[in-house]
């Protein structure tokens, strides 16, 4: 399993060296090389079966109960309930606000962290740069709707997640608004039925030469004429992330946007045609899905910090495959009726179930850590924060933030599973719902990231 990771630690001297490049070709290459060690390499060695199903902890990872479940369920709903119902003052609030956070602490074996204060606050900050960022993204476009705002605000919780990590306070910049902006509105563009397969390259043609060079069009070619007022909006948002960084001091933010974009364009060999008999294989899409889900990472840390260090793209690297996978694992049932193919879908039609794809991704998250202990100085602090040894263990606010983050994905890996019963045999779709702490008949009409995007727009942070 950390035999990639060995290849990079060797040689600890090019741990903290900047990842800077002469040209973009330069940047581009380097990302694909660290991208083989790091995600493809990895993830071929991962265990095709779910972890231990002993009722013991296992890489923080419980065995649940079903009476354990229902109980954490109930107190979900109850949790749920008074938020949504019941009118509460400040400090009621907060105490409620104090039990979310030890229940899930309790759930997920997160050893606890006395600021909760800290957690809090943290959690406010978030809540109110989203709802900057709808208030923005309205003003900016009033024909925007809820559903586009909510895409792009998931792109925003990642990047507050940076500020957090980096220990800077949390501002809505223009670079982070233009950034989160493009998700909608270039996926809207290059997933529409209603735009041709040439237009679509002819955009994507010019996007790339406004992303890498800064170039501008008087005017948009004439096949695209009547797609220019969409065009226009994805050209206004690279106008916001150059107001924040200047193309001549920050090259490398502008070959992360370029690298991404054609990571994007790269995902359409992703879809199988019917017509002129057009397959994938699986080689194909593994090595996509772990170019695009990096590169949205590494484009997002240089929007905050303007550079990357070569351990900072190691991690992103690996953690941008795992994301990638789940929102694949999420998006199954859409992939398959548009003839989409991930290692999910691509796994279904080769007449496969489910179970090994999802047991290494969950172990993939499991060894998070292992990715972890190569980024800065934590390499002396994650192995000793496996399981509370007691229930006054403490560690500390990044500590608490890595392994609770990690949580929180394995349960969106939960959620997704819990809607795909078809797609997995009786045995592992079992094991599957002992390893999540919330019953998969409660868990599969939960929508996680939605109830949170309910709770922020409603200030009830």
């Keep these: 399993m950390t035999r990639a990771y060995l290849k990079m630690t060797d040689n600890t001297s090019n741990n903290n060296k900047l990842f800077t490049f002469n040209s973009y070709d330069e940047f581009k290459q380097e990302c694909l090389r660290m991208n083989n060690e790091n995600t493809i390499d990895i993830w071929n060695q991962l265990p095709i079966e779910l972890p231990s199903s002993k009722k013991s902890s296992t890489n923080n990872v419980k065995y649940f109960t079903r009476r354990q479940q229902h109980r954490y369920g109930r107190k979900l709903k109850y949790y749920a309930t008074c938020c949504l119902l019941l009118k509460k003052t ?5 105490k409620l606000r104090t039990k979310i956070f030890h229940l899930y602490d309790e759930m997920f074996n997160v050893p606890h962290m006395e600021q909760n204060d800290c957690l809090v606050e943290m959690c406010q900050q978030v809540a109110q740069k989203t709802r900057e960022f709808i208030s923005k993204g309205e003003l900016y476009d009033s024909s925007i709707d809820m559903d586009e705002l909510f895409q792009a605000a998931r792109n925003i919780w990642f990047l507050c997640g940076l500020y957090i990590r980096l220990d800077r306070k949390m501002y809505l910049t223009d670079a982070v608004f233009g950034y989160s902006m493009l998700y909608p509105y270039t996926d809207n563009f290059t997933d529409s039925n209603d735009i041709t397969k040439e237009c679509k390259q002819e955009f994507a043609k010019i996007f790339f030469q406004r992303l890498l060079y800064g170039e501008e069009y008087a005017a948009v070619p004439e096949s695209l004429k009547l797609l220019s007022d969409r065009i226009k909006k994805i050209f ?125 991704l969950i172990h993939y998250f499991y060894h998070g850590k292992t990715a972890y202990a190569v980024f800065e100085d934590t390499k002396q602090q994650i192995d000793s924060v496996t399981v509370p040894t007691n229930e006054h263990s403490t560690i500390t606010f990044e500590q608490y933030t890595f392994l609770s983050t990690m949580s929180g994905v394995l349960m969106l890996i939960f959620e997704a599973a819990s809607k795909l019963k078809q797609y997995y045999s009786k045995k592992c779709y079992h094991h599957l719902s002992h390893l999540s702490p919330i019953p998969f008949r409660q868990l599969k009409h939960m929508q996680i990231e939605r109830r949170i995007w309910y709770f922020i727009r409603h200030q009830w942070f």
């Excluded at 990357?308 to 929102?327: C, H, P, S």
Aim: glycine letters at 6%; proline letters at 3%.
């Design 90 to 94: 400040q400090k009621k609030r907060k």
């Design 236 to 360: 206004d948002m690279v106008k916001f992330i150059e107001n924040d960084w200047p193309r001549e001091s920050y090259k490398e933010v502008y070959y992360g946007l370029a690298y991404i974009h054609e990571s994007q364009v790269r995902s359409t060999q992703q879809h199988a045609c019917s017509e002129d008999g057009y397959q994938p294989t699986m080689e194909l899409i593994e090595e996509i899905s772990a170019q695009k889900g990096p590169a949205s990472m590494l484009a997002g840390w240089l929007l905050v910090e303007g550079h990357l260090t070569y351990e900072k793209t190691a991690f992103l690297e690996y953690f941008g495959f795992g994301i990638q996978l789940v929102d694949d694992l999420q998006d199954v049932k859409v992939d398959l009726k548009n003839n989409h193919r991930t290692i999910f879908t691509q796994t279904i039609t080769d007449g496969h179930m489910l179970d090994e794809p999802t047991a290494k």
